[in-house]
């Protein structure tokens, strides 16, 4: 079964710092995709980043940055010059196969992070 | 353009009572799920329309849930006879399409509470 990982129930960080969300997965594919989303209390899902595995370069966008290691089944999410605003619950999901044959998202936990003045 | 917009943002409901929750996904999108999301918990996968292929149910908990999606677009889950543990956000998700590529977006969702 394919699993995701989120060892960090709840972060913190300081405005303007960086903080790094850990997630792990299992899978038996060889190639798929990662995705982190991020939930403020608003409940709105928001994707914020995704990785394809066949791609070994990481991904960014903006502030936001990826630790990809696919041999260790490792897919961390690097927020730089955080910001109040990011203060939300985060997802490290992955994409896969039901058992009806088609796609979905698999979730982690999430994280709860906090951003303080 | 409009997002995803699930309707109602929140439902309370008595054990027993049968509930309907709606979602409408963005305009033009063939790919429709549904997932819920229980206290301390991460997202789990119900249900998936695309396009007017038969729905893939795998996810479904059991047989008092079941969704229909009317003419491609708008979605409706239907939970008979609720209990306690059905309490739970419900989050719709459309998509352009069905590969891997296709970002899932989300809506709002609806907290569904049984008492």
């Known amino acids: 079964a394919q699993t995701v990982t989120q060892s960090q129930p709840e972060m913190s960080v300081q405005e303007a710092e960086t903080v790094t969300l850990s997630c792990t997965y299992d899978t038996s594919e060889n190639n798929y995709y990662l995705f982190w989303y991020k939930q403020p209390p608003s409940r709105q899902m928001i994707l914020v980043i995704r990785?394809?595995?066949?791609?070994?370069q990481n991904a960014t966008e903006n502030r936001f940055s990826v630790n990809f290691q696919k041999a260790a089944k490792s897919f961390s999410l690097k927020i730089s010059d955080s910001q109040l605003g990011d203060t939300a619950m985060y997802f490290c999901?992955?994409?896969?196969?039901?058992?009806?044959?088609?796609?979905?998202?698999?979730f982690g936990k999430g994280t709860k992070l906090t951003v303080n003045p | 353009g409009a997002g995803v917009s699930q309707s109602p943002s929140n439902k309370v409901t008595e054990k027993g009572k049968d509930v309907e929750l709606r979602c409408d996904p963005i305009?033009?999108?063939?790919?429709l799920y549904w997932y819920r999301q229980s206290l301390g918990q991460g997202l789990e996968f119900l249900i998936y329309?695309?396009?007017?292929?038969?729905?893939?149910k795998s996810g479904l908990p059991s047989d008092r849930f079941s969704a229909e999606r009317t003419g491609g677009s708008v979605s409706t889950l239907t939970i008979q006879r609720t209990q306690q543990e059905d309490s739970a956000v419900y989050l719709c998700?459309?998509?352009?399409?069905?590969?891997?590529?296709?970002?899932?977006?989300f809506g709002p969702g609806t907290r569904l509470t049984v008492l």
């Open positions: 990785q394809e595995a066949y791609k070994q």
């Open positions: 329309f695309q396009g007017n292929s038969a729905p893939d």
């Open positions: 999901a992955f994409m896969t196969r039901t058992q009806g044959g088609s796609e979905k998202l698999v």
């Open positions: 998700a459309s998509s352009k399409g069905a590969r891997r590529t296709d970002t899932q977006y």
């Open positions: 305009s033009g999108h063939t790919a």
